[in-house]
């Protein structure tokens, strides 16, 4: 993006969102961030778990669906949705060895394009807990030996047993745009690795972070991470959404620190998302929910809000212009947040109802631009170039 057109807010640029849902992807779009259109769905009926943008080549979108009987795969398009085709050889575990229990892949999660040095590199997680690599696109996934073989995998993973819905789950595969042999991985359990040789070896990252549910003090893996960003602004700084509290590490630093502290008390730190400022990296986002008793999963007290920093997590103000003021039971998954790299980055939600609100500025008023959706699984956002 130029200096001129970061100074006139995007105003000829497309702003579009990329959908998916549990009964099929959406795309809407946007040339003003006022009115948007909402294409028909893709195939309906399959859940489709990300839909991402190459950004590389601005036009290559790929897919990870449940097909129904078919099971998980990955789809690729090359005209911005209009046509598809599936993987030749989508991921799938290896077999195993040593003593090791076969892994069947249930879902392809999480779908992250290597930098720019790596133009055809592409990462997948799936549940249960893998890492799959594909280098030519998208076309054939490969396992990452490195995680799925390594001999503490399972009990990385918690011995593949876990009460997470839909299953245990490898998210947030980060590549630094500045070295593409670093890799963080986060699982929903697990916790936080990284990898600095194009993952053939795993370290955990996990020191400083709560982990209420394991009966041992301060342990080295076994966390639940739900989202894990990097800064766009500054690759050595990290934020993560984890299910005991919200965190923030400044590299080379190893050890957390619970920003979600200074949330106020009566909403708690416990949610999915974690959405990060474009251009500064004091800034976030996150959407808290009710993380009490059993977990009810809706946003506390049915009033939901985004709430926002811009001082590194030393301080949060709520969010909520616009939003229900009662009786709004619902919540947001961890890839159904993001913001767009406009000059004001606007923000965007989509909820386990259906409903996809957007705000034009940070601080600004929200609106529903679409309802009666299938429940949001993921939405990320694209700004034409």
Known sequence: MSNTQAANDCPWQRVTLLISTR??????????RREWHLSQPIMLGHTIHHLVLDPRDQRTLLMAASTGHLGPTIFR????????????????????????????????????????????????????QGLFRSSDGGVNWDSVNGFNQNINRSAWCGGDKDGTPDGPKMHSIIVDPRDNSHLY?????????????????????????????????????????????????DPDRLYHQNHCGIYRLDRPDTVWRRIGDN????????????????????????????????????????????????????????????????????????????AD????????????????????????????????????YAIEAVVAT
């Open 263 to 338: 949330m106020p008390s009566d909403i708690g730190d416990i949610g999915f998302p974690m959405v990060l400022h474009p251009t500064d990296k004091e800034t976030c986002w996150v959407f808290p929910m009710d993380g009490t008793a059993v977990w009810p999963r809706v946003s506390p007290g049915g009033r939901p809000a985004a709430y926002m920093t811009s001082d590194g997590g030393d301080s949060w103000l709520r969010w909520d212009k616009g939003l229900p003021k009662k009786n709004a039971w619902w919540t947001v998954k961890r890839q159904a947040m993001t």
């Open 185 to 233: 991985i986060g699982m929903s359990s697990g916790g936080i690795f990284e990898s600095t040789d194009w993952g053939n070896t795993w370290y955990p990252l996990n020191q400083g972070v709560a982990a209420e549910f394991i009966p041992i003090e301060n342990p080295l893996y076994g966390h639940d991470p739900h989202c894990v960003r990097m800064s766009p602004a």
């Open 341 to 376: 790299a406009c000059h004001k980055p606007g923000v965007y939600f989509g909820t386990t109802s259906g409903e996809l609100w957007a705000a034009r500025n940070p601080g600004g008023r929200w609106r529903c631009i679409a309802s009666h959706l299938p429940e949001i």
């Open 23 to 32: 009964k099929g992807a959406f795309i809407a779009t946007s040339d003003d």
């Open 77 to 128: 398009s090359h005209d911005f949705g209009v046509t598809w085709q599936e993987a030749h050889r989508p991921p799938a575990f290896p077999p195993p060895f040593d003593g090791q229990k076969p892994l069947t892949v249930n879902h392809v999660f999480w779908l992250t394009p290597s930098t720019v040095f790596e133009p055809d590199v592409w990462y997948a997680g799936t549940s249960p």
